[in-house]
């Protein structure tokens, strides 16, 4: 059984290597198992398999941009170290701005960013987000053939 003792070397590990991988601008410097729910993790591993190995230097400049932004808009606790902020942040928001970035990124270049899993195919965004009708109906004919 973990004492909060165990708890909270593991968290101070865990702060320490968030902010390592960040200052290395490793990618993702949170690896999906950092999370704390199990549906975290699959969701966190599903945005990673749509991310394209060109990509990372872009992505990463988008990161950063947020975080930044993240840091103007949530003022810190003068105790907390800047370690502890980016995992705060990290926790919270890496994510879904991975997940930003892939939307922004496939409507910009508009191509049906996907991968196919068990022999089926698996769309970023599903067809019925797509406003206009004959776009939707045909990406959801692609998606019923694939």
């Not at 067809?127 to 939707?136: L, M, V």
Request: hydrophobic fraction near 40%.
């Amino acid at each position: 059984m973990a004492t909060s003792l165990d708890e909270a070397a593991e968290i101070v590990s865990l702060v320490d290597l968030v902010a390592q991988r960040a200052s290395q601008r490793q990618f993702p410097y949170v690896k999906p198992i950092a999370l704390k729910s199990s549906e975290a993790v699959e969701e966190a591993e599903l945005i990673l398999q749509f991310v394209r190995r060109t990509e990372v230097v872009q992505l990463q400049s988008f990161l950063d941009q947020k975080y930044v932004t993240y840091l103007q808009s949530c003022p810190a606790e003068a105790s907390m170290s800047e370690a502890a902020r980016r995992l705060t942040y990290a926790m919270e928001f890496y994510y879904n701005h991975v997940y930003e970035f892939l939307c922004g990124e496939t409507l910009r270049v508009r191509s049906f960013r996907h991968h196919f899993e068990t022999g089926r195919f698996v769309p970023l965004v599903s067809p019925q987000c797509f406003r206009h009708k004959r776009r939707r109906a045909q990406q959801q004919r692609v998606w019923a053939t694939s």
